[in-house]
């Protein structure tokens, strides 16, 4: 019985195949159709191999919600070298929110030599390429992120050679916590002193012909420090004309979380709006000399998250891709196969022509037309 029953089920198994398989016998094989076959199995091969290296590609994937964060402190890293000495230069933040001077006692004031050595020069020069490229093509700011990791660094590398010159210019770095409001980072003349009614700098001990706020920006960041990431004004440097110029930056601040296969990292992006001018009183150019960077943020926010194909949609396009093929070539075959059929084989010329009747003795007439004309049976 239960034998009987395996027969049955076996048999049924059977009539449900979708696969029937041809005796090898009744199968016919041609020179254009293992052409075609050996065109076929060369595409899926050179497709499938693209497709692999998509697979082992992966994207940015940019999302933007509002950002409801405004309670926590707004990091700022900065790397500036200005070409006046330390004890005639200041820095400071005024914060719009609380409309006082932001203390700025995370950063450090270290004099240094403003020229470049040729191995820095070599640096910036590569680093102000890839920024005029960045401006050009924006893909490669996805580049940036996937290989973005914390033990890379695009800082200035430090002077090579032992200079004995004196140092003439001041380097200030280091970072500082403002709130997350529209604010404005300044260098200018004398150290920031404390003021009821906002803040004010000891420039009258300065001599009027020692002003030079030519100036090289290595590093100006926003959020928590990425090194790997380039930022728009790493490697700006620009020279004054005039010892009464102001250089203005006005930058727009967009919250960033970073998350990618390498690297997880609440960031911020931003743009930025470049003007110089020089100050004259009596041309109607009014203003104070230095260096102003008035940053605002904004109220969106991007996540960025790097993004890999799935195996299984890996596995379906796959098959997509030899099952298409097969179906495609074996229809072009057939078609192809047929159209030669019609024009070389049924209307050959010469192939088919007329006879006339031949009449019988009672009148009647024979209709039938031999199939060739050289028949001699």
Not at 142 to 147: A, G, H, N, R
Not at 283 to 309: C, P
Request: with cysteine; proline share 4%; glycine share 6%.
């Amino acid at each position: 019985m239960r034998r009987l029953n395996r027969k049955k089920t076996l048999s049924l198994v059977k009539e449900l195949d979708a696969f029937p398989k041809v005796p090898e016998s009744y199968v016919e094989t041609s020179a254009s159709g293992g052409t075609v076959s050996l065109i076929a199995f060369t595409t899926m091969a050179l497709l499938t191999i693209m497709e692999f290296s998509v697979y082992q590609d992966t994207w940015m994937k940019y999302e933007y919600e509002v950002d409801k964060d405004f309670s926590s402190k707004l990091r700022i890293n900065i790397d500036i070298t200005v070409a006046m000495k330390c004890q005639y230069v200041g820095a400071d933040v005024l914060d719009l929110a609380e409309t006082m001077v932001a203390s700025a006692d995370g950063l450090v004031y270290e004099p240094t030599v403003f020229d470049l050595s040729p191995q820095q020069k070599e640096w910036q020069r590569m680093l102000q390429l890839i920024q005029s490229r960045l401006q050009e093509e924006h893909s490669l700011q996805d580049v940036i992120f996937k290989s973005a990791f914390k033990s890379a660094s695009t800082a200035l590398p430090p002077r090579e050679d032992d200079s004995s010159q004196s140092p003439d210019a001041c380097r200030i770095h280091g970072h500082l916590y403002v709130n997350k409001v529209a604010g404005n980072f300044h260098i200018t003349v004398g150290k920031a002193i404390p003021h009821p009614r906002g803040h004010a700098h000891l420039a009258a001990l300065v001599n009027h012909e020692s002003y030079n706020f030519s100036h090289r920006i290595d590093h100006l960041s926003f959020g928590e420090l990425v090194p790997a990431i380039i930022n728009p004004l790493d490697g700006t440097e620009k020279i004054a004309i005039d010892h009464n110029q102001m250089f203005q930056y006005f930058i727009t601040v967009v919250p960033t979380k970073l998350h990618t296969y390498k690297i997880s990292a609440d960031t911020h992006q931003f743009s930025v709006t470049e003007r110089e001018r020089i100050i004259n009183h009596a041309a109607g150019s009014h203003g104070v000399s230095g260096i102003f960077m008035k940053y605002d943020l904004s109220s969106l926010m991007v996540t960025v998250t790097e993004e890999h194909m799935p195996f299984w949609q890996f596995f379906v396009r796959l098959c997509g891709i030899v099952g298409g093929i097969f179906s495609t070539t074996g229809m072009l075959h057939g078609i192809g196969k047929f159209i030669v059929e019609i024009i070389c084989c049924r209307f050959r010329l010469g192939s088919y022509k007329p006879v006339s009747s031949v009449p019988f003795e009672d009148g009647h007439t024979d209709n039938h037309l031999p199939l060739l004309e050289n028949n001699t049976h």
